[in-house]
């Protein structure tokens, strides 16, 4: 059953190879939401095509930072990044989310380190 969604928005997803990025997949389709762009370093994953067939997937992450760039030149808003990478990555990619204006949606933990909390907000942005 998907929810009609007046307004959608548009996520990006890391670790969309992970057992828990699914459940995020899932979430995002169910509730009338646009997955624009994923990442991850293992291109053997088919689930993203059965949710959502035009997203554009990338194994380098430094593609997939391009690839904001360019939606963003172009119009296009990421709201949200949904992170479901391995724990020890977390507080970069909640960087990446923050810098590009998106929030970030973080499997837990957040951070391995409570101190690394207070790096993330001062990078703050208009992100959340």
Same mark, same amino acid.
């Given at each position: 059953m998907s *929810?009609?969604?007046?307004? =959608?928005?548009n996520?990006?997803?890391?670790?969309v190879a992970?057992?828990?990025?699914?459940?995020?997949? !899932?979430a995002i389709k169910?509730?009338?939401?646009n997955?624009?762009a +994923? *990442?991850?370093?293992?291109?053997?994953?088919?689930r993203?095509d059965s949710?959502f067939?035009?997203s554009?997937? %990338?194994v380098?992450?430094?593609r %997939?930072d391009? !690839? %904001?760039?360019?939606?963003k030149r172009?119009g296009?808003r990421?709201?949200?990044v +949904?992170?479901? +990478?391995?724990n020890?990555? !977390?507080?970069?990619?909640?960087?990446?989310a923050?810098?590009? !204006?998106?929030?970030?949606?973080?499997?837990?933990?957040i951070v391995?380190n =409570?101190g690394i909390l207070?790096?993330c907000?001062?990078?703050?942005g208009n992100?959340k």
């Amino acid at each position: 059953m998907s *929810l009609m969604n007046e307004n =959608p928005k548009n996520f990006g997803l890391i670790g969309v190879a992970g057992y828990i990025a699914v459940r995020h997949i !899932h979430a995002i389709k169910e509730t009338g939401n646009n997955l624009l762009a +994923s *990442l991850d370093k293992f291109d053997s994953v088919g689930r993203i095509d059965s949710y959502f067939p035009e997203s554009d997937f %990338f194994v380098e992450f430094e593609r %997939f930072d391009r !690839h %904001f760039d360019k939606l963003k030149r172009t119009g296009t808003r990421i709201d949200y990044v +949904s992170i479901c +990478s391995p724990n020890y990555l !977390h507080d970069s990619h909640i960087r990446f989310a923050l810098r590009h !204006h998106a929030d970030a949606i973080c499997e837990k933990p957040i951070v391995l380190n =409570p101190g690394i909390l207070t790096h993330c907000r001062n990078r703050k942005g208009n992100g959340k």
